[in-house]
């Protein structure tokens, strides 16, 4: 880990150094996190599409390796996003590690290309109307923006887990 904290006894899997630095602000991403697994409306293979891409950019060691319907009980949830349609199996998950798309459907595959858009170029995503097209024909407005904000939300999370170097020592 870059930085020292305290060992707890607590099994707080979500526990880091934000909670003893910074508790208000890691309480608020940790309602984040929870709240995406918890109210997403998107079909369970686009959000773990879309989970994928973004940890593969972050460089998550947790992110790449959790899977929402098998690993979202360790923080108490049981219901939300997991309940919404086919749970992806191992294929899916090593495909897109490998920086395979061949079995993705088209709404996937464009939940994939936005969270790249947004992990690595956002101002050229802004602009792009030709994609914007594309996402819209695919999406409703709802869709897009529960899309971006868990894209957002994985995008934050992952990169303080990855960048502290927590991504090594942590339960999850």
């Given amino acids: 880990m870059r ?7 607590d099994n707080d899997l ?24 918890l109210h997403s409306g998107l079909p369970l293979r686009v959000f773990e599409a879309a ?18 319907a098998r690993d979202v009980g360790q923080l108490g ?4 996003v997991i309940e919404n349609g086919q749970v992806p199996d191992g294929a899916f998950y090593q495909a ?17 290309e936005y969270a790249n858009a947004m992990g ?3 101002q050229a995503l802004a602009g ?20 971006t904000y868990c ?3 994985w995008m934050g999370m992952g990169r303080v887990f990855h960048v502290l170097g927590m991504d090594g020592s942590c339960a999850v």
């Avoid at 930085?3 to 006894?9: A, C, E, F, V």
């Avoid at 949830?77 to 939300?80: E, M, Q, T, V």
């Avoid at 792009?128 to 899309?147: G, H, N, P």
């Fill in 51 to 68: 989970r994928i891409a973004t940890a593969i950019i972050n460089g998550c060691l947790i992110c790449k390796n959790w899977r929402a």
């Fill in 120 to 122: 690595e170029s956002p």
């Fill in 14 to 37: 979500m526990a880091g150094p934000g909670d003893i630095y910074a508790p208000e602000i890691s309480a608020a991403g940790n309602a984040f996190a929870r709240a995406i697994y």
């Fill in 96 to 112: 897109l590690l490998d920086g395979r798309q061949d079995h993705l459907d088209q709404r996937e595959r464009l939940a994939v």
């Fill in 77 to 80: 949830i049981d219901s939300g």
């Fill in 151 to 153: 894209i957002a939300g």
């Fill in 128 to 147: 792009d109307e030709v994609f914007w097209r594309q996402l819209k024909a695919a999406f409703s407005d709802a869709e897009i923006t529960d899309l």
């Fill in 3 to 9: 930085i020292s904290t305290p060992t707890t006894d």
